[in-house]
C-alpha cells in the first residue's frame, strides 16, 4: 500500500512538470456558471496516439467558494469529453482514473480548499490520463469542473487525432518490482517509455521522452534481475531501452524522471543477422544483452555485457544452442536468475535452464513435449523454485487451440478451444489468472485482438478499437483481465477484456 500512495504522488508530481503545452496563452473560457469559469489557457491541436496531450486550464470564481477540490490531476471533478461534431459529449473524469488503480472506491487524493472573489486557479493536465486516443479524424474536445454548485464548461476546442506512425514497439512486465509494466515504441524519430501498474495499466501512468533512435529495428525494454524493498531503492525506477537496427546496437538508461542517465552504441562485427532478444538488467543498472546468432555452422546465444555507465558493449559470453533450436526466448527473476527457452524448429519441444547469469552455457532439459500440434506460444510464468511455463498450442490446422502450464509442481491443461472458420489465426498471447485461470488472446490475419478463457462453451470474444500491427499482451489482476495492443495506426491501446 506504501508503493501505491508513493506511485500516486509521483504521478501527480510528475504531471504537473510535464504538462505545459504551447507557450502562447490562448485564454477561451465557457459562459460563467453558478459562480465558476473554466477557461482553456494551453491546449494542442494535433494529438498523436501514445505521446503525452497536455493541457493547462483555469477555474475562476466570482465569490468566495469553498469545498474546491484543487488536485493536480486526475482530479474526480474535472471531466474531458472527446466527441465528434454531432455527437453527444461523454464524459471521462479523474474518479475513474483513480479507481482503475484498484483501490475500490478511491476518489484520488482530495485536497480541498477555498476560492474568493475573483481568484484562479491552474492546472496542468494530460489528456493520456483521462482518455484513450479514437480512430484518427477531427474531434471537439471540451472540458467540465464538477463544483459544489454545479458544472463549469468551456468551449469545445477542435483537435486532430493523428495516425500514431509506430514503427516498432516491445513491453516487459516488470515482476521484480511487481507493480510496473514497461512498455517501449518508437516513431519514425522518437522513442518512448511508458510505465504503468502491471495489474492496472489504465491506471494513472507516465509517459516518458527517450530520445532519438534510427526509426526502424527491434526495440526491447530489458527486465530487471532484482527484488527491491516494499518502497524500493532508485535503481528500481531506473530502466534500459536497447534497440537493434542492422548491425548497430544501442541503449540508453532512463529514471522515472526523464533523464537519461547512460548511453552506448556498438557495431556488431561477429554476429551480423543476429536477432536481439530481452535484456537483463540487474540492480546496479549493469546491463546483459542477449543475441541469438545463427550462423551456418550451429545456433548460439551472445551476450554483450554494458556497464551502468555506458559507453560500450562488451562481447560477455557464447551459449551453444541445439542445432534444432527455433525460436529462442529469455526472462529474468527477481532473485537474479536467468531463463533460457528454446523451442525446436518442429514446434513440439521446449527445452530450457534457469540459473545465475554466466558466461559458461547451462544445460538444458526437456520441459514439455507434444506429438500432435505445434507449440505457438511460450512465457515464462515463475522462477521461484523451478521454472513453470505456459504455452499455448494449436491443432495442425489451426482449428482449435489449447494451453498448458508446466512447472515442478504443476501439470495443468485447459482446452481445446474452436477456433471459428471464418478467423484466420496469426498468433497468441496468454497469461494465468489466480481467480480466472488460463485466459488466450488471439489476433487475426487483420490484426483485430480476440480473447477467451477456456472451459466449457468457451467464446472468443472481439476486443473492440484495438488493433495490434505491431505486439501485443494481456494482464490479469484480481479485478479483471486487460489487452493491450500497439499498432502503427492507433497506437498503444487498452481494453478491459474479461471482468470477474
Same mark, same amino acid.
Given at each position: 500500500?506504501?508503493?501505491?500512495?508513493?506511485?500516486?504522488?509521483?504521478?501527480?508530481?510528475?504531471?504537473?512538470?510535464?504538462?505545459?503545452?504551447?507557450?502562447?496563452?490562448?485564454?477561451?473560457?465557457?459562459?460563467? @456558471?453558478?459562480? $465558476? *469559469?473554466?477557461?482553456?489557457?494551453? /491546449?494542442?491541436?494535433?494529438?498523436?496516439?501514445?505521446?503525452?496531450?497536455?493541457?493547462?486550464?483555469?477555474?475562476?470564481?466570482?465569490?468566495? @467558494?469553498?469545498?474546491?477540490?484543487?488536485?493536480?490531476?486526475?482530479?474526480?471533478?474535472?471531466?474531458?469529453?472527446?466527441?465528434?461534431?454531432?455527437?453527444?459529449?461523454?464524459?471521462?473524469?479523474?474518479?475513474?482514473?483513480?479507481?482503475?488503480?484498484?483501490?475500490?472506491?478511491?476518489?484520488?487524493?482530495?485536497?480541498?480548499?477555498?476560492?474568493?472573489?475573483?481568484?484562479?486557479?491552474?492546472?496542468?493536465?494530460?489528456?493520456?490520463?483521462?482518455?484513450?486516443?479514437?480512430?484518427?479524424?477531427?474531434?471537439?474536445?471540451?472540458?467540465?469542473?464538477?463544483?459544489?454548485?454545479?458544472?463549469?464548461?468551456?468551449?469545445?476546442?477542435?483537435?486532430?487525432?493523428?495516425?500514431?506512425?509506430? +514503427?516498432?514497439?516491445?513491453?516487459?512486465?516488470?515482476?521484480?518490482?511487481?507493480?510496473?509494466?514497461?512498455?517501449?515504441?518508437?516513431?519514425?524519430?522518437?522513442?518512448?517509455?511508458?510505465?504503468?501498474?502491471?495489474?492496472?495499466?489504465?491506471?494513472?501512468?507516465?509517459?516518458?521522452?527517450?530520445?532519438?533512435?534510427?526509426?526502424?529495428?527491434?526495440?526491447?525494454?530489458?527486465?530487471?534481475? $532484482?527484488?527491491?524493498?516494499?518502497?524500493?531503492?532508485?535503481?528500481?525506477? #531506473?530502466?534500459?531501452?536497447?534497440?537493434?537496427?542492422?548491425?548497430?546496437?544501442?541503449?540508453?538508461?532512463?529514471?522515472?524522471?526523464?533523464?537519461?542517465?547512460?548511453? $552506448?552504441?556498438?557495431?556488431?562485427?561477429?554476429?551480423?543477422?543476429?536477432?536481439?532478444?530481452?535484456?537483463?538488467?540487474?540492480?546496479?543498472?549493469?546491463?546483459?544483452?542477449?543475441?541469438?546468432?545463427?550462423?551456418?555452422?550451429?545456433?548460439?546465444?551472445?551476450?554483450?555485457?554494458?556497464?551502468?555507465?555506458?559507453?560500450?558493449?562488451?562481447?560477455?559470453?557464447?551459449?551453444?544452442?541445439?542445432?534444432?533450436?527455433?525460436? /529462442?526466448?529469455?526472462?529474468?527473476?527477481?532473485?537474479?536468475?536467468?531463463?533460457?527457452?528454446?523451442?525446436?524448429?518442429?514446434?513440439?519441444?521446449?527445452?530450457?535452464?534457469?540459473?545465475?547469469?554466466?558466461?559458461?552455457?547451462?544445460?538444458?532439459?526437456?520441459?514439455?513435449?507434444?506429438? *500432435?500440434?505445434?507449440?505457438?506460444?511460450?512465457?515464462?510464468?515463475?522462477?521461484?523454485?523451478?521454472?513453470?511455463?505456459?504455452?499455448?498450442?494449436?491443432?495442425?490446422?489451426?482449428?482449435?487451440?489449447?494451453?498448458?502450464?508446466?512447472?515442478?509442481?504443476?501439470?495443468?491443461?485447459?482446452?481445446? /478451444?474452436?477456433?471459428?472458420?471464418?478467423?484466420?489465426?496469426?498468433?497468441?498471447?496468454?497469461?494465468?489468472?489466480?481467480?480466472?485461470? @488460463?485466459?488466450? /488472446?488471439?489476433?487475426?490475419?487483420?490484426? #483485430?485482438?480476440?480473447?477467451?478463457?477456456?472451459?466449457?462453451? +468457451? *467464446?472468443?470474444?472481439?476486443?473492440?478499437?484495438?488493433?495490434?500491427?505491431?505486439? $501485443?499482451?494481456?494482464?490479469?489482476?484480481?479485478?479483471?483481465?486487460?489487452?493491450?495492443?500497439?499498432?502503427?495506426?492507433?497506437?498503444? #491501446?487498452?481494453?478491459?477484456?474479461?471482468?470477474?
Amino acid at each position: 500500500m506504501r508503493n501505491t500512495a508513493f506511485f500516486a504522488i509521483l504521478i501527480c508530481w510528475i504531471s504537473s512538470c510535464t504538462a505545459g503545452g504551447e507557450t502562447g496563452a490562448v485564454h477561451q473560457g465557457g459562459k460563467m @456558471a453558478n459562480g $465558476f *469559469q473554466l477557461a482553456w489557457v494551453d /491546449v494542442g491541436s494535433s494529438w498523436i496516439p501514445s505521446q503525452p496531450f497536455p493541457m493547462r486550464l483555469r477555474l475562476t470564481s466570482s465569490d468566495r @467558494a469553498e469545498g474546491i477540490q484543487l488536485l493536480e490531476g486526475p482530479n474526480p471533478a474535472l471531466g474531458f469529453a472527446l466527441y465528434r461534431e454531432g455527437e453527444i459529449p461523454a464524459w471521462h473524469a479523474g474518479a475513474e482514473a483513480t479507481a482503475m488503480a484498484g483501490i475500490e472506491g478511491s476518489q484520488g487524493m482530495l485536497a480541498n480548499g477555498t476560492l474568493g472573489p475573483g481568484e484562479s486557479w491552474e492546472t496542468s493536465e494530460d489528456l493520456n490520463l483521462y482518455w484513450l486516443p479514437p480512430a484518427p479524424g477531427r474531434y471537439l474536445l471540451s472540458a467540465r469542473y464538477l463544483t459544489p454548485g454545479g458544472a463549469a464548461e468551456t468551449v469545445a476546442r477542435p483537435i486532430e487525432v493523428a495516425p500514431a506512425g509506430l +514503427a516498432a514497439s516491445d513491453s516487459a512486465l516488470q515482476k521484480a518490482s511487481e507493480v510496473l509494466l514497461a512498455q517501449a515504441w518508437g516513431n519514425a524519430s522518437q522513442l518512448w517509455l511508458r510505465l504503468a501498474s502491471g495489474g492496472f495499466p489504465l491506471a494513472p501512468r507516465w509517459i516518458l521522452p527517450a530520445g532519438k533512435w534510427p526509426g526502424k529495428g527491434t526495440i526491447r525494454v530489458a527486465q530487471q534481475a $532484482f527484488s527491491p524493498l516494499a518502497d524500493p531503492p532508485l535503481p528500481s525506477y #531506473r530502466f534500459w531501452l536497447v534497440w537493434l537496427n542492422g548491425n548497430r546496437l544501442a541503449g540508453c538508461l532512463l529514471d522515472h524522471q526523464g533523464k537519461s542517465l547512460a548511453r $552506448f552504441e556498438q557495431t556488431l562485427r561477429s554476429v551480423k543477422g543476429a536477432e536481439l532478444l530481452t535484456p537483463v538488467q540487474m540492480e546496479n543498472a549493469e546491463l546483459f544483452v542477449p543475441l541469438a546468432h545463427r550462423p551456418a555452422k550451429g545456433s548460439e546465444l551472445v551476450w554483450f555485457r554494458v556497464t551502468d555507465s555506458g559507453g560500450r558493449a562488451e562481447e560477455w559470453g557464447r551459449w551453444r544452442l541445439p542445432q534444432e533450436a527455433g525460436r /529462442v526466448m529469455t526472462a529474468a527473476s527477481p532473485s537474479g536468475s536467468v531463463a533460457l527457452v528454446c523451442l525446436d524448429s518442429a514446434q513440439h519441444t521446449v527445452s530450457g535452464s534457469f540459473g545465475p547469469l554466466q558466461p559458461e552455457a547451462p544445460a538444458l532439459r526437456v520441459l514439455s513435449h507434444f506429438d *500432435q500440434g505445434k507449440i505457438l506460444f511460450t512465457t515464462v510464468l515463475d522462477m521461484r523454485q523451478e521454472m513453470t511455463l505456459l504455452l499455448v498450442r494449436a491443432s495442425e490446422n489451426l482449428r482449435s487451440v489449447s494451453i498448458h502450464q508446466r512447472g515442478a509442481d504443476t501439470d495443468l491443461d485447459a482446452g481445446p /478451444v474452436a477456433i471459428p472458420a471464418e478467423l484466420k489465426p496469426k498468433d497468441f498471447s496468454a497469461t494465468w489468472v489466480h481467480r480466472a485461470g @488460463a485466459v488466450l /488472446v488471439m489476433r487475426d490475419e487483420s490484426d #483485430r485482438l480476440w480473447v477467451t478463457s477456456p472451459g466449457a462453451g +468457451a *467464446q472468443w470474444k472481439p476486443v473492440e478499437g484495438l488493433r495490434a500491427s505491431y505486439n $501485443f499482451g494481456v494482464a490479469g489482476s484480481l479485478t479483471g483481465i486487460v489487452v493491450w495492443g500497439a499498432d502503427a495506426v492507433l497506437g498503444l #491501446r487498452f481494453q478491459r477484456a474479461i471482468m470477474f
